[in-house]
């Protein structure tokens, strides 16, 4: 049955969920809620998408939300190992502004903060700006 599976770790103290198979919109409410449940306040969630074959925009916004909630606690998401669908994916949606993002799980653990720390400004998700938008035309012109 495709879908997506999610196994916990622990490692250096943060959680690690691993994401294997197929995240889409069937199955991204209740891919979500799991995830959010592991959301510890103050600390660094590892997602690894080593191993995830799909994902789609469904899916990425239940990953925002997640980011949003562990970001509003004072912790945050880490996106591991994301595979080049992933990534375009993130870039083609600004998610990749939203989310850090490692090359692997070990790089995402050493390059985060320890226990009780918080994150700094984060850069918007969502960008109000429209690229190739029209300039408001000029109302001074004869």
């Known amino acids: 049955m495709p879908g997506v599976e999610l196994s916990t770790s622990a490692c250096n ?19 979500g809620a799991a995830i959010t449940a592991l959301v510890v306040p103050g600390r660094c969630l590892i997602i690894d998408m080593s191993a995830l074959d799909f994902i789609d925009c469904g899916s990425l916004g239940a990953l925002l939300r997640v980011e949003w909630l562990a970001w509003s606690t004072g912790g945050g998401v880490v996106l591991a190992a994301p595979q080049r669908h992933v990534l375009r994916l993130l870039a083609l949606t600004g998610g990749d502004h939203a989310f850090l993002i490692h090359a692997s799980v070990q790089s995402a653990v050493a390059g985060q903060p320890g226990r009780g720390a918080r994150y700094g400004e984060r850069p918007l998700a969502v960008s109000t700006a429209w690229s190739g938008r029209a300039a408001p035309a000029r109302t001074d012109i004869r």
């Open 13 to 31: 103290g943060h959680v690690v969920v691993a994401l294997r198979g197929d995240m889409d919109i069937i199955g991204a409410a209740d891919a």
